[in-house]
């Protein structure tokens, strides 16, 4: 189901806590929540849509992809850049990496260590932010 965004920072910047299986209508909703919202935003946090879970949601090209419980256990060659969120107006800068590998639980709840770079690293390590209440 398509849920509206939530742009209430008091709340944004609070921690996400781990998502469990109970959470499964989370990750359906906020993958509805991102296409219905595609042509301005390429990725989106749970707390986004009003609940602290730790799940995000990637587009990568073709296709929109779910991460639960993500966590970046590599990162290299940080590089300053500008950042827009659709929380927030406007742009801020941010410092980011070029590569990051990352472990998660895909939309089948099986674990997974995936690399990533560019572009697709740069939104999953803004979405990681939001899950620990960072809000750039
Ligand atoms: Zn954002």
Redesign the pocket.
Known sequence: MVKPIRRDIFFLNQKSEPATKADAQVVTDLLDTLRANQARCVGM?AN?IGVRKRIIVVNMGMMNMAMINPVITKKTGAYQTEEG????EGVRPTTRYQEIEVEFLDIGWKKQKQRYSGWIAQIIQ??CD?LDGI??
């Open positions: 946090a986004m969120c659709l929380s927030l803004h979405e939001h809000v750039i």
